[in-house]
Nanobody
Framework: QVQLVESGGGLVQPGGSLRLSCAASGSMSSVSSINVMGWYRQALGKERELVASVTRGGTTVYADSVKGRFIVSRDNAKNSVYLQMNSLKPDDTAIYYC??????????WGQGTVVTVSS
């Protein structure tokens, strides 16, 4: 019913910044029923982990490893969620996946966008 499409990944040097975007598209009733939007990431050889999320009401959650460096936000008018990543570290290298969770607890995932932090 809803598609999630990420963009904004790329190659950056340590200390640099990237801004990831994710747009949800579908019926109005489907997108309006999304409660949580956010980002997971999976690095090579590691488990998928939650990076940051934001509810429709504005409550945010961040992984301890990104607090103070990353900012998650959303624009309900555009049905989008963003992740501003600052002071990037090599350990941030991963595939980043946009996700959404409906009030029904159903979840959806984007295709992923690659972030590589290397000098």
């Amino acid at each position: 019913q809803v598609q999630l499409v990420e963009s904004g990944g790329g190659l950056v040097q340590p200390g640099g910044s990237l801004r990831l975007s994710c747009a949800a598209s579908g019926s109005m009733s489907s997108v309006s029923s999304i409660n949580v939007m956010g980002w997971y990431r999976q690095a090579l050889g590691k488990e998928r982990e939650l990076v940051a999320s934001v509810t429709r009401g504005g409550t945010t959650v961040y992984a301890d490893s990104v607090k103070g460096r990353f900012i998650v936000s959303r624009d309900n008018a555009k049905n989008s969620v963003y992740l501003q990543m600052n002071s990037l570290k090599p350990d941030d290298t991963a595939i980043y996946y946009c996700y959404a969770r409906w009030y029904s607890t159903t979840t959806g995932w984007g295709q992923g966008t690659v972030v590589t932090v290397s000098s």
